[in-house]
């Protein structure tokens, strides 16, 4: 444990260097190198909010903060658990042809989409619509103090599709939503006022996807309604299209306001513009870009022709940009953790609702405990998984785990963890000790997302029995990843080791394992996952004694 002890020490020191102010170093895109989809980005005062969509991890809809644009860290969440259904608790783990009842199946892929953030007298406003059908898909309004919360839910109303909220100079309330759809609220934002809902436009007839992930601004009396459209003629392609108008009740004018590549990857678009408190403008959009997710790019705006034009003087985004604000501390959304506060930090997520009691960070002091609390069949249905997001170019990030209390049937470990996962499992077998380097995929049914397989490959394995026994109780993890663009394409790699010393360490399994993104089940980035399971009783735990994560410069 000295060793362990020093590389604790490390990374605190380490923390201290990054909140130190830093030089007016450039931003370089993509400006969040991580999963951050369907963004949306206010400025109050010298500070900007950015809330983010991350579906099935609890808590949901995080809101990240900056003063430089460049620098995000997360300050809080709106919710910490959905409750409408079971289906948020993975509660059903029996095969899908005994499963009875309403709310059988999971909410991967679903849960909480596109949040609108607005700031209007005096409070923060989020409006969310689950992409679900029935009651569980109703919108729900939040309203806080602050940003960083309390939350609390305001009001529910019918489902609005990738919808944004929008209050008129007067205060009154609108839901812009789906493909040009619009409505006014009551002015107690409980309701929708009778005869307002309407279709504002049309769109083209070579557009023949949704126009969707609507954000709108009030510019010098004039409305903007920014929205992705989807193009699949020749020649043409995905890009972010502008609606405007001085009377919502009047005609619209329609123009493309940013239509770019960019970095070796495919054309680019959805997201939101911002001013800054001296009135220049900027541009949020995300990037599909694989098994990393859905990546974040900065670009200015210039006001052309009354229109918000994203982009350089070539109409693309640039590689780097100047900082808005130099001399801020650094930040960041993905982060180490030694376990020490007796609170889990705010860079973490679970997959799905956790189950409360069986995690703690205070029955053992500077440990994450993670304890069984459910019988389950595999890593899809294991509750209180814990999750962070990976990052680009690249990214490492190891656990050291405690395994002495692991019953038998018990399964722990470290996961790239998406619809296609590469996972390292530490198995309980009886009283041996398996360490096993395996390729998993789940599927999952289209309408309950419900897991109906889960294929397993096992690629290589390590009897750690001896040698846990002998010397120590804890085992070292680590998952690397790669997501840099070569000449094949993106690379999308993970690779995994272990340690019996935190020190000298073993590759194991796939080399190169091929992480993917696949919007018809996780619909989100990989993750770093760290899990604990029981197949055959209940009872044992493991204990974490830190999880210490680097990523590379872009």
């Known amino acids: 444990m000295k060793q362990f002890t020093i590389l604790l020490l490390l990374c605190m020191l380490s923390t201290v260097v990054v909140a130190q102010p830093e030089r007016e170093t450039p931003i370089k895109n993509p400006m969040l190198w991580a999963d951050c989809p369907d963004p949306d980005v206010i400025r109050v005062g010298d500070t900007f909010y950015l809330v983010s969509t991350t579906m099935h991890l609890m808590p949901g809809a995080p809101v990240m903060a900056s003063k430089d644009l460049k620098n995000w860290e997360t300050v809080g969440y709106i919710f910490d658990r959905l409750t409408d259904s079971p289906k948020y608790d993975l509660a059903f783990s029996l095969p899908l042809e005994e499963q009875k009842g309403e709310g059988v199946g999971t909410v991967y892929g679903r849960g909480q989409w596109a949040t609108s953030l607005k700031y209007h007298d005096g409070k923060f406003w989020a409006l969310l619509a689950p992409n679900e059908q029935g009651s569980m898909g109703d919108t729900y309004i939040f309203t806080a103090p602050k940003a960083e919360g309390p939350w609390t839910i305001h009001s529910r109303l019918r489902h609005f599709h990738d919808a944004t909220l929008f209050f008129d100079d007067d205060g009154t309330p609108y839901v812009f939503f789906g493909t040009g759809e619009m409505c006014q609220l009551t002015r107690d934002l409980k309701g929708v006022v009778e005869g ?125 940009m100047r900082p808005y604000k130099s001399g801020q501390p650094a930040a960041a959304i993905v982060k180490s953790d030694d376990f020490s506060d007796t609170k889990l930090g705010l860079h973490w997520q679970w997959n799905h609702n956790p189950v409360d009691n069986a995690w703690s960070l205070t029955d053992r ?54 619809g296609d996962s590469g996972v390292l499992t530490l198995k309980k077998k009886g009283k041996t000790l398996v360490l096993e380097m395996s ?98 009783k209940t009872g044992g735990y493991v204990d974490i004694d830190c999880f210490n994560y680097q990523c590379s410069e872009k």
């Not at 409305?223 to 108008?245: K, Q």
């Not at 992480?515 to 029981?534: P, Q, T």
């Open 196 to 320: 307002s809902l309407r279709h504002y436009f049309q769109r083209e007839a070579d557009e023949t996807g949704l126009l969707e992930g609507t954000r709108v601004i009030k510019h010098r009396g004039i409305y903007y309604a920014l929205l992705i459209s989807h193009v699949y003629s020749p020649g043409r392609h995905r890009r972010e299209v502008c609606y405007r108008t001085k009377d919502l009740k009047g005609t619209w004018e329609k123009n493309t306001v940013l239509e770019s590549d960019f970095g070796g990857f495919g054309y680019l678009a959805q997201g939101t513009i911002v001013d800054t408190q001296e009135g220049d403008w900027y541009g949020i959009m995300f990037q599909d870009r694989g098994g990393v997710g859905r990546v974040l790019t900065l670009s200015p705006v210039r006001w052309i022709d009354g229109w918000p034009m994203l982009g350089d003087e070539n109409y693309k985004v640039p590689d780097i």
């Open 365 to 418: 002091p500077g440990y994450l405990r993670l304890k069984t609390s459910r019988v389950v069949p595999n890593l899809y249905l294991a509750p209180n998984t814990l999750t962070q997001r990976m990052e680009g170019p690249e990214c490492s990030g190891y656990i050291c785990m405690d395994v002495s209390k692991m019953a038998d049937g018990d399964c722990a470990g470290l996961t790239a963890f998406n």
């Open 439 to 536: 390729e998993q995929k789940v599927s999952l049914s289209n309408r309950e997302k419900a897991v109906t397989k889960v294929e397993e490959k096992l690629v290589e394995s390590v009897d750690l029995t001896k040698v846990v026994k002998g010397k120590t109780s804890n085992v070292w993890l680590r998952l690397d990843g790669e997501f840099r663009m070569g000449e094949r394409g993106s690379r999308d790699a993970a690779n995994f080791y272990y340690s019996l010393d935190g020190d000298h360490w073993t590759q194991i399994g796939t080399k190169n394992y091929r992480m993917v993104f696949d919007y018809r089940r996780f619909f989100m980035g990989s993750k770093f996952g760290i899990f604990n399971y029981a197949t055959k």
